[in-house]
């Protein structure tokens, strides 16, 4: 999930953050299943939380550039992460 996550970030241009509703949307373009468990199509803003806590990657509020401070995943906490996940 989260190399998925990664994949996102990169294609969309390697911000250092990015809105859950913005990944989730992204996320649901990609074929197969997310950990076994949920088609990507199928994910959810909860379903993703989910499937990011057993990595210790979680949601933050982070300012954009609107003054908006939207739930978001940082690029750093995936980067983090992966050593947690099975290569």
């Given at each position: 999930?989260?190399r ?5 970030f990169d ?7 990015m ?6 949307d ?5 074929p ?9 199509a199928?994910?959810t803003?909860?379903r993703?939380a989910?499937?990011m806590a057993?990595?210790?990657?979680f949601t ?5 550039f609107d ?6 995943y940082?690029r750093?906490?995936?980067?983090a ?7």
């Amino acid at each position: 999930m989260v190399r998925a996550a990664l994949h996102v970030f990169d294609v969309v241009g390697s911000p250092e953050a990015m809105a859950s509703w913005d990944l989730v949307d992204c996320l649901k373009d990609l074929p197969g299943l997310a950990e076994d468990r949920w088609a990507y199509a199928e994910l959810t803003q909860s379903r993703l939380a989910q499937l990011m806590a057993p990595y210790g990657v979680f949601t933050g509020k982070v300012t954009g550039f609107d003054g908006r401070r939207p739930r978001s995943y940082r690029r750093q906490d995936l980067l983090a992460a992966l050593p947690h996940t099975a290569r």
